[in-house]
């Protein structure tokens, strides 16, 4: 599922953590993600796409688009 991920996707590590959004998609097989601490603290990291998942919400809307991929 995650070559069908796209900037703006809510996702998470599949290890946990926050929700987190995707800024960008690299080339290399890795994405930009942000996400905000409860102070509003915002962060960002690059992360390989086979650690990340989409969140509920997003999977959701996969499936109400008829997206299987």
């Known amino acids: 599922?995650?070559?069908?991920l796209q900037a703006g996707d809510?996702?998470?590590?599949?290890?946990?953590?926050?929700?987190?959004?995707?800024?960008?998609l690299l080339g290399d097989g890795a994405a930009t993600c942000v996400w905000m601490t409860y102070n509003l603290q915002?962060?960002?990291?690059?992360?390989?796409?086979?650690?990340l998942v989409l969140s509920e919400a997003d999977t959701e809307r996969f499936e109400r688009?008829?997206?299987d991929q």
């Not at 599922?1 to 069908?4: D, G, L, V």
């Not at 915002?42 to 650690?51: D, S």
């Open 1 to 4: 599922m995650n070559a069908a």
């Open 10 to 24: 809510v996702v998470r590590l599949r290890s946990g953590g926050p929700a987190m959004v995707v800024e960008s």
């Open 42 to 51: 915002r962060y960002n990291a690059v992360f390989a796409l086979h650690t």
């Open 65 to 67: 688009e008829g997206t």
